[in-house]
């Protein structure tokens, strides 16, 4: 089992210490993995070096929705730090873990999630807490941090742009091209210094019993797509994730040493008219030599901002293939953007305190749906 943070502070100082963290031996069960498109992003700067890679992707977006992403230039010592504060975060009293909640009511994500919503009638709680950190921008600096957030804010928040400028800004560079938009135009939909609802998210799947992990997935074994658009997750060896593959079948997906699984999200699904897939994914329980493990994440999500409408961006490519309407070139027409859009989404999943059952129903908002259950 990987360390666990220390449970104390620094008294000279006051300030929590951090105990580096490490990722726990990958499952030795035979489990079906899912055949995933590898984008090695040390080949982005060479000549043509852009345009292969957007090939190399046009698959992965267009009929899986996941991939995976390697030589991001962002050195894994720093990304095991960063699980490391999220470890000792997890690990604080409750009560330092509720100062900052996430304000559902507001559809806003910033802050803490607790475990604490009900599965329905099984009796069983959700086993997920989490930490939602904003970007470093005007807009949010009056949100409130936690402790470690705010001792370890330089180191943070440099990480926090770094994910988005050397990987999730460099993807929709990918995209555009293959959508035939000039290179910079859905990273300036999601421009980091503009206000959106990005966030870093450390996030852990407690432990918990055989018994409760299939009575809470026998209530709902069903998927689920992302809110936003880009979602870049840190490999930290515990199984546990499965996409729904384009034949059907639920596979694993198989951790990446020193890589990081992407996927797709809904509001890219709008701006391209379902050209590009938003995934469908779960997360079951552990194999079982795993499962007395907590599984530990390391985030990020990249979501539109309030100056990004929901309109079908003006690609060739997508008018070539039929997916522009009429009404989608009407620029007059009222649409939400993607801050609305995602916020709406947000308070209709999360503002309840029993998790229901949502098979064959689908979300609404100002002309834009997507489904709330997956088979």
């Not at 470890?87 to 604080?92: A, G, I, L, S, W």
């Not at 609802?197 to 992302?226: C, F, P």
């Not at 064959?360 to 997507?370: A, D, M, N, P, Y």
Request: with cysteine; aromatic share 10%; charged share 30%.
């Amino acid at each position: 089992m990987a360390p666990s943070a220390i449970e104390t502070t620094n008294q000279a100082t006051n300030k929590l210490l951090v105990k580096p963290w490490s990722r726990p031996e990958q499952t030795k069960e035979d489990l079906e993995w899912a055949p995933l498109t590898t984008i090695d992003l040390a080949r982005f700067d060479e000549p043509g070096g852009k345009q292969d890679l957007a090939q190399q992707l046009y698959d992965a977006i267009t009929r899986v929705g996941f991939w995976v992403v390697t030589n991001s230039g962002i050195d894994d010592e720093r990304v095991l730090k960063q699980f490391s504060i999220g470890n000792t975060f997890f690990k604080e009293d409750l009560e330092e873990k509720r100062k900052f909640p996430c304000n559902f009511a507001e559809g806003e994500y910033f802050g803490y999630r607790e475990n604490s919503r009900w599965i329905g009638d099984t009796g069983v709680k959700e086993n997920i807490e989490m930490l939602n950190i904003h970007k470093d921008i005007p807009a949010w600096s009056n949100i409130g941090k936690h402790q470690i957030v705010e001792q370890n804010w330089d180191e943070i928040r440099k990480f926090h742009r770094d994910v988005h400028e050397k990987v999730a800004r460099k993807l929709f560079i990918l995209m555009a091209i293959i959508l035939e938009l000039p290179e910079n135009y859905l990273a300036d939909a999601h421009a980091y210094d503009e206000v959106s609802d990005d966030h870093l998210r450390y996030m852990i799947y407690n432990v918990r019993s055989q018994e409760d992990w299939d009575k809470a997935q026998a209530y709902s074994k069903g998927g689920h797509t992302d809110f936003g658009s880009l979602t870049l997750l840190f490999s930290q060896h515990v199984a546990g994730l499965q996409i729904k593959t384009p034949e059907g079948e639920w596979k694993y997906v198989k951790p990446v040493e020193g890589g990081i699984t992407c996927n797709a999200a809904d509001t890219l699904t709008f701006l391209t008219n379902g050209f590009i897939k938003s995934t469908i994914h779960r997360v079951v329980t552990p194999p079982h030599d795993q499962i007395n493990i907590p599984r530990l994440g390391l985030l990020y999500f990249s979501r539109p901002g309030e100056k990004t409408p929901m309109r079908t961006v003006p690609s060739p490519l997508l008018d070539r293939l039929g997916l522009i309407t009429e009404k989608d070139k009407d620029s007059s027409r009222p649409v939400p953007t993607g801050t609305e859009y995602v916020r709406a989404r947000v308070k209709d999943v999360h503002h309840k305190t029993v998790l229901d059952k949502r098979e064959g129903t689908s979300f609404h908002f100002k002309g834009l749906e997507v489904k709330n259950h997956y088979d």
